[in-house]
Structure formats: structure tokens, C-alpha cells
């Protein structure tokens, strides 16, 4: 199940070579809420793998950002512990505007607004 999630970018870790078949690079977004005139805030981390590690490198420091991601469970178990651990699988990343929605298309030229009226009326036939 895929997942989205909008915030202000505030971190951008290194490349890990974790393994000769696996790598990863890991970013964190701040998410702030409003509840009630209450302020939260949330730091969120996810983490990109493999050819996905240079989907953050075009965002810079404070881009307020949407996230698709993926949550990824696992089971580990060493010495007799059993621990588990959960990842947000991030596998796209787009700039938002300010207000949360997408980054707007830039206003119409001249040459994209149709023309006026008494000209349509100069037709050949």
C-alpha cells in the first residue's frame, strides 16, 4: 500500500554502502499540525535504497516536499533477541508550493490567450 506525506525538508544524510548489494541513503521532513490551537510537530524519517538514493539530491534544505513511500516491516533476530524495525520506503519525491498544494504552472503569455473578439469575426469564408 502506497502512502503520501508533505513537509519541510530539514535533513540529507550520506550514501550507505551497507553491503556490496545494498545501499542506502536516509532524509528526514518536519510535519507540522495543527489540533485544536495546539502546534505539533513530527520528524519524519525515511529512507531510499538502491537506485532510488539520488531522489533527494535536487531539494535543497527547507523545500517543502511530497513523499510516496512504502512502509516495510522486518524481523531480526541475533544472540536469542528478536527485535523488529519499520521502515518508510521512499520512492518518489516532488516540490510543493508553500500552500501545500503543487508547484503551479506558470502564468499564460500573450502568445496562450485566444484572440480578441473582432478578430474571429475576420474569418476567410
Request: charged residues 30%; glycine residues 6%; contains cysteine.
Amino acid at each position: 500500500m502506497a502512502f503520501e506525506l508533505t513537509g519541510i525538508l530539514i535533513h540529507k544524510g550520506k550514501l550507505q554502502q551497507v553491503s556490496s548489494k545494498f545501499r542506502k541513503r536516509e532524509f528526514v521532513i518536519e510535519k507540522k499540525e495543527t489540533n485544536q490551537n495546539q502546534g505539533f510537530v513530527d520528524y519524519v524519517k525515511f529512507q531510499l535504497t538502491q537506485d532510488r538514493c539520488d531522489l533527494i539530491e535536487p531539494f535543497e534544505i527547507n523545500d517543502k516536499i511530497k513523499i510516496s513511500f512504502n512502509i516495510k516491516g522486518n524481523r531480526w533476530e541475533k544472540d536469542g533477541n528478536v527485535n523488529y524495525f519499520t521502515n518508510l520506503d521512499a520512492w518518489r519525491i516532488e516540490k510543493t508550493e508553500e500552500n501545500g498544494g503543487e508547484t503551479a504552472p506558470p502564468p499564460p503569455t500573450e502568445d496562450d490567450l485566444p484572440p480578441p473578439p473582432e478578430e474571429l469575426n475576420d474569418l476567410p469564408f
